[in-house]
């Protein structure tokens, strides 16, 4: 599972090097005030969360962000082959065995459901789309979104690995079917 973090880690960190955009310019002072971090959340690199679901479904996922992005990476084993949504979820409690208990999809400010592509206005902070797993039952992806989120406000949320895919339009949920896996995102320790 280390090893797996580990080379996860890195390619987090190569697909956001690849999100970059332009040379920063220089900004006025006042700009650098007006932009000061926001203290009452907690400043984190990366959240990883283990996530364990039905049929022996394992594996990790990431989350971390970088110029205005968020991109939620994942290695998942024992899948069933096809799309699946994934999602961050409001509660980091994945105690039911349906996985109800983590509530619906992390949505601060109301917003309508919707894929990562849609603007920000509207998609809940917690929509990440779909991944495709394998035919030898592995999901492995890297989903990089625009977000006005800091990373710290995901910290004990749940990731949610749906049965089916989203079709990115259905309110609340985008019809992704029944929740067969969970993990609470935390700071990672690697």
């Known amino acids: 599972m280390i090893r797996v973090a580990a080379s996860l880690s890195t390619f987090v960190i190569v697909m956001l090097a690849g999100c970059g955009g332009d040379s920063p310019q ?82 601060p400010e109301k917003r309508p459901h919707g894929g990562p592509a849609a603007p920000i206005a509207q998609r809940h902070a917690g929509d990440f789309g779909n991944f495709t797993a394998s035919g030898f039952g592995q999901g492995k992806f890297g989903i990089v979104k625009t977000s006005d989120r800091a990373l710290g406000e995901f910290i004990g949320r749940a990731v949610i690995v749906h049965a089916n895919p989203d079709d990115l339009t259905t309110q609340p949920t985008g019809a992704a079917g029944p929740r067969i896996a969970c993990g609470v995102l935390e700071p990672a320790p690697y």
């Open 26 to 107: 220089p900004v006025a002072e006042s700009q650098v005030a007006a932009a000061a971090p926001d203290t009452s959340v907690p400043a984190v690199e990366m959240l990883a969360a283990d996530v364990r679901g039905v049929n022996g479904l394992t594996g990790v996922v990431v989350l971390v962000a970088g110029e205005g992005k968020l991109l939620l990476g994942g290695a998942l084993d024992n899948v069933a082959p096809g799309d699946h949504a994934i999602h961050v979820h409001e509660t980091g409690d994945c105690s039911a065995d349906d996985f109800t208990s983590a509530g619906p999809h992390f949505a």
